[in-house]
Nanobody, 122 residues
Framework: QLQLVESGGGLVQPGGSLRLSCTAS????????VGWFRQAPGKEREGLSC????????IYADSVKGRFAISRDDAKNTVYLQMNNLKSEDTAVYLC???????????????WGQGTKVTVSS
């Protein structure tokens, strides 16, 4: 079964940047769209961005548009989320997901990682 592992989270000051990675193992990400989601304490899971299987199409939620950028490197079986100009409200556990769907709904994806924590604080 496809396994996904997120990395790159940590503590960053407001205005700072982080790059998250989502690396697949056991199977490749070929032919699968990949999405990034986050979940903050007491809040619903929020879809942030996704990239199509070809890498030619991307979608961003309004909350991160212009600040976050998603990309994929299929040779490394990895999808990235570059996060710039981070704000305190970006604090959450960030999860990646893969599947044959495409969009910002959790139901679009069948495979999920465990998440990496991002804390934005001074």
């Amino acid at each position: 079964q496809l396994q996904l592992v997120e990395s790159g989270g940590g503590l960053v000051q407001p205005g700072g940047s982080l790059r998250l990675s989502c690396t697949a193992s056991e199977y490749t990400l070929d032919y699968k769209a990949v999405g990034w989601f986050r979940q903050a304490p007491g809040k619903e899971r929020e879809g942030l961005s996704c990239i199509s299987a070809s890498g030619r199409s991307t979608i961003y939620a309004d909350s991160v548009k212009g600040r976050f950028a998603i990309s994929r490197d299929d040779a490394k079986n990895t999808v990235y989320l570059q996060m710039n100009n981070l704000k305190s409200e970006d604090t959450a556990v960030y999860l990646c997901a893969a599947g044959t769907g495409y969009g910002l709904e959790a139901a679009d994806y069948g495979y999920w990682g465990q998440g990496t924590k991002v804390t934005v604080s001074s």
